[in-house]
């Protein structure tokens, strides 16, 4: 049997792009890798104005973790993808003031692992993926379209709610006001 390289490559940058996101998200969620686990996220997420704090954590972890988990074992790959790239969107988002380069505080990092899950979730997985061994049931035209779709949507307003918050708190802090 002749190896494909191109299916190589898709499941290296797979296997090497889910595991990051899985680690980041099981920050947020489960504390691991020295994460704050979701009570320390929620405040953290409440403080970058995301509203409610909990929610916006259990969010964040499940596109990252679940999305980064899914995108490595090539399973719903287009739905993996979308919502890695939406919680991605979200952290860049908050890192814009930063600039670009991630040295600055910028949105250099988030903004390429949400181009490479999106870049896998339109590519698909390859054949070495549980997408493959199931006949692609979750890795269709349709799915993409879906997926993509769905997670537009809703980082859209998840991103806006989050710049109101911000907007209100600086109009707030020029005015020598306090936030409820």
Do not use: I
Not at 84 to 104: C, D, K, Y
Not at 121 to 140: I, K, M
Not at 168 to 175: D, L, N, S
Request: aromatic share 8%; proline share 3%; glycine share 18%.
């Amino acid at each position: 049997m002749c190896l494909d390289r191109k299916d190589l490559g898709l499941l290296a940058l797979r296997v090497g792009t889910g595991g990051v996101l899985f680690a980041h998200g099981a920050q947020k969620l489960f504390g691991w890798f020295g994460g704050g686990g979701l009570d320390g996220t929620e405040k953290a997420m409440e403080a970058m104005g995301f509203r409610p704090g909990r929610q916006s954590a259990m969010a964040a972890g499940a596109g990252e973790a679940g999305g980064g988990l899914l995108l490595a074992l090539g399973v719903a790959t287009p739905a993996a993808g979308a919502a890695a790239a939406g919680a991605m969107a979200g952290a860049t988002a908050v890192h814009r003031p930063g600039g670009f380069f991630a040295q600055s505080g910028g949105f250099e990092y988030p903004a390429f692992l949400g181009f490479v899950a999106a870049a896998l979730g339109v590519a698909g997985p390859g054949r070495y993926s549980l997408d493959h061994v199931t006949g692609h049931r979750l890795n269709s035209a349709a799915m993409v379209m879906t997926a993509f779709a769905a997670s537009t949507v809703a980082t859209a307003m998840v991103v806006g709610r989050r710049e109101a918050v911000v907007a209100a708190r600086a109009e707030a802090a020029a005015h020598g006001e306090h936030e409820d």
